[in-house]
């Protein structure tokens, strides 16, 4: 008898998820839990585990199913909580191929106007392997190896943070192969997005549908390891948390008043172009050129526009300004008055 339970992947397979698209069964808590578990030790012959993740996929996960998956993660992920409360970026670790990553200008920007920002990725995460986060931060000049406790330590002095996740989050690293051979997304790239290795209280997050807004809120709601004050989500660009320009919408989650939607028009908010005006030739290399000109006041085209609202979001999901127009003011104070910059310097000093 092993020490898991009673439901090795082969067993909920031919008994509770693998019977198809309409006939398939949702786990319950004990059984997604010890089916994470027996995931993270390695244990499932290879085969049995791309069968599950296929079938996760078709059957589309319940909320009660990655609160399971996400707590089993929390249990071997290493945190490093720092003084200050920050808000939490998981961005799609696939990462961009097309358009340029704004998301770290932005945290900086939020950072300089006294809303802390931590962001975290991997680095060539399956399954599209293109740029994120670290890769900007490279190219910066910034450190990004570090242990988790260095990153917390990273966000008290600078405002802003990076968490490496293959030193917080080992386990989920150690899948890079078995992923890769998958081909398509499997849950863990929704669940590993949801880590919050700050221990944060905010998780800041994005979506194509909003329906998948709704099943993180509800992933965080039933969560046993993990206890949020505050959810924001938006439609993003490439799956990533960059706002998407146009026409696009909004949701927010307090435990106070629930799941809120809304749609806003990013021109009303200086964002007026189109989404092919913030295509890249090279994504990490012309993202992190665009951030230092941007911070550092020489740009004020629509780059200085889409790193002002994206920043607004920030601000506005830390609770420091009460509308999305109030952090767009803050934000490009930041900016003008050299506070961003000097946020930059820091990082690149730490």
């Known amino acids: 008898m092993s020490d898991y339970g009673e439901w090795p992947l082969k067993r909920l397979m031919t008994e509770v998820v693998g019977s198809g698209t309409k006939s398939a069964e949702d786990m319950t ?19 049995t585990l791309g069968a ?5 996929r078709w059957k589309h ?18 945190t490093g909580v720092p003084d200050v ?17 704004l998301g770290v200008a932005a945290g900086v920007v939020a950072a300089a106007a006294g809303t802390p920002v931590v962001v975290h990725s991997g680095d060539r995460v399956p399954t599209q ?62 669940v590993e997005t949801l880590a919050n290795p700050a221990g944060a209280s905010v998780h800041l997050g994005s979506f194509y549908h909003l329906s998948f807004a709704k099943k993180v809120v509800e992933t965080f709601e039933r969560s ?21 320009p146009g026409y696009t919408k909004f ?19 200086g964002m007026d172009f189109e989404t092919d005006d913030l295509s890249v030739e090279d994504v990490a290399g012309d993202s992190a050129r665009l951030t230092r000109e941007v911070l550092t006041g020489d740009r004020t085209d629509l780059w200085h ?31 003008d008055n050299g506070s961003a910059a000097a946020v930059l310097e820091n990082l690149r000093g730490f």
Not at 52 to 56: E, M, P, S, Y
Not at 61 to 78: I, K
Not at 130 to 149: F, I, M, Q, S, W
Not at 254 to 266: P, Q
């Open 305 to 335: 526009d889409a790193v002002a609202l994206n920043a607004a979001v920030r601000i506005y999901a830390g609770g420091n300004v009460d509308t999305l127009d109030a952090g767009l003011d803050a934000a490009r104070t930041a900016i």
């Open 61 to 78: 996960n319940t909320g009660e199913e990655l609160a399971a998956y996400v707590d089993a993660m929390a249990d071997r992920v290493e």
């Open 129 to 190: 392997k293109n740029d994120a986060y670290k890769h900007v931060l490279d190219e910066l000049g910034v450190r990004t190896v570090l242990r988790p406790a260095k990153s917390a330590a990273m966000v008290e002095e600078t405002g802003f943070g990076f968490y490496y996740q293959p030193a917080f989050n080992p386990a989920v690293d150690d899948l890079f192969d078995r992923r890769d051979q998958m081909g398509v997304r499997t849950f863990i790239n929704t």
């Open 29 to 47: 808590r004990e059984q997604a839990t010890e089916a994470m578990e027996r995931i993270l030790d390695d244990e499932p012959d290879p085969t």
């Open 52 to 56: 599950f993740w296929l079938a996760n």
């Open 85 to 101: 409360d920050p808000v939490d970026c998981g961005a799609n670790y696939d990462g961009k191929e097309r358009t340029a990553i």
């Open 251 to 269: 949701a927010e989650w307090t435990e106070a008043e629930g799941l809120a939607s809304d749609e806003i028009e990013t021109g009303a908010y």
């Open 224 to 244: 046993e390891a993990h206890y949020l004050d505050r959810v924001i989500m938006f439609q993003g660009m490439e799956g990533y948390d960059d706002i998407r």
